[in-house]
């Protein structure tokens, strides 16, 4: 029996620190009359994504930023915008350093949405910080 190398199926995961999320966001912002109404990008916006943050951080932590890791990242955080949209338009208190104001008073309250809605649990005790950016770059509603 030959021995197999398997390192070709263990990958490093591409890590994103706070700044490189603001930069892709600051980047991709300036590409927004290319995505259409739902902000999606096209791929080679995502390359042109990754070689700026590839030059703007030159010895990241994990693997270098790609096309894919770029777009998967993007994708995520227009998630996470879109939850912590639909948390505040459902009226619960919010404080930009520390997610959702959760009181004795409101907790019920917070159980029962946050059963319907569980990906909006973590937000109970965690912040967003590209809310507002995120928001600039999203189409108006009139």
Not at 36 to 52: L, N, P, Q, R, V
Not at 93 to 120: C, F, I, K
């Amino acid at each position: 029996m030959g021995s197999q190398d398997n390192t070709s199926s263990h990958r490093v995961a591409t890590h994103w620190d706070l700044d490189e999320e603001k930069d892709l966001i600051a980047f991709l912002s300036t590409c927004k009359s290319e995505a259409g109404d739902t902000m999606s990008f096209k791929a080679h916006i995502f390359t042109e994504a990754a070689k700026y943050l590839n030059t703007t951080y030159p010895t990241p932590k994990g693997t270098p930023k790609s096309q894919s890791s770029c777009k998967t990242k993007w994708t995520a955080l227009k998630r996470n915008y879109t939850i912590v949209k639909d948390i505040k338009l459902s009226g619960f208190a919010w404080n930009d350093e520390h997610g959702v104001s959760v009181t004795p008073e409101t907790s019920g309250t917070w159980d029962t949405y946050s059963q319907a809605h569980p990906q909006s649990k973590p937000y109970s005790s965690k912040r967003f910080p590209h809310f507002y950016a995120i928001e600039e770059m999203m189409p108006s509603v009139v």
